[in-house]
């Protein structure tokens, strides 16, 4: 069965950068594009962007570009988002989610906490 | 980037009954080369992560219980539960991937009166 599992939860002083694995398993990883969604608590959706696994090629929301970088490892199936230069708005929970019409299959959360 | 508007922010509906969420997009969503329109619906539960629902507007996920139906093109769509269940307490979200920009809609809260 096809399983997105995140690495686990973080905390981050302001300034600092953050690396989220997600690893996939059950399906051929380079067929599919990852996207990474945060929610902080309490609030709605919001994308940052995708990575095709194939090709390394990316793209990022507005919002983060410049800030955020996705990679990925096909040895091990594995995706990452990086975020830099962190503030407390950045406290959230970071998901990968599996790309084919809409995000079919979802990483559990990681939780980034943002805190001095 | 396209603006996801969603109505109601949230509602309270009686076990049985219809629940309807609307989602509104700033621009078509409806993909010429296909004449499909790229838009989604997800599930989320407390402490879950999101669930999708529905894709092209109308295609249910397998697996994903029939009373769970969507409609909609261009820039007006509709999630719509036709007997809501008390497993379905959730917020409902939107999605469109028309661009490459994806946005969200603020989500819908469903809850049992």
């Known amino acids: 069965q096809v399983q997105l599992v995140q690495s686990g939860a973080e905390v981050k002083k302001p300034g600092a950068s953050v690396k989220v694995s997600c690893k996939s398993s059950?399906?051929?990883?380079?067929?599919?594009?990852i996207n990474w969604v945060r929610q902080a608590n309490g609030q709605g959706l919001e994308w940052m962007g995708w990575?095709?696994?194939?090709?390394?090629?990316?793209g990022y929301a507005q919002k983060f570009q410049g800030r955020v970088t996705m990679t990925r490892n096909t040895s091990i199936s594995t995706a990452y988002m990086e975020l830099n230069s962190l503030t407390s708005e950045d406290t959230a929970v970071y998901y990968c989610?599996?790309?084919?019409?809409?995000?079919?299959?979802w990483g559990q959360g990681t939780l980034v906490t943002v805190s001095s | 980037d396209i603006v996801m508007t969603q109505s109601p922010d949230s509602l309270a509906v009686s076990l049985g009954e219809r629940a309807t969420i609307n989602c509104k997009s700033s621009?078509?969503?409806?993909?010429?080369?296909?004449?499909?329109?790229?838009l989604a619906w997800y599930q989320q539960k407390p402490g879950q992560p999101p669930k999708l629902l529905i894709y092209?507007?109308?295609t249910r996920k397998s697996g994903v219980p029939d009373r769970f139906s969507g409609s909609g093109s261009g820039t007006d769509f509709t999630l719509t539960i036709s007997s809501l269940q008390a497993e379905d307490v959730a917020i409902y979200y939107c999605q469109q991937y028309y661009t490459s920009s994806w946005t969200f809609g603020q989500g819908t809260k469903v809850e049992i009166k």
């Open positions: 989610a599996r790309t084919s019409w809409g995000l079919d299959y």
């Open positions: 990575m095709n696994p194939n090709t390394g090629t990316t």
């Open positions: 621009q078509s969503v409806l993909y010429s080369s296909n004449n499909k329109n790229s």
């Open positions: 059950g399906y051929t990883f380079i067929s599919y594009d």
């Open positions: 092209w507007a109308s």
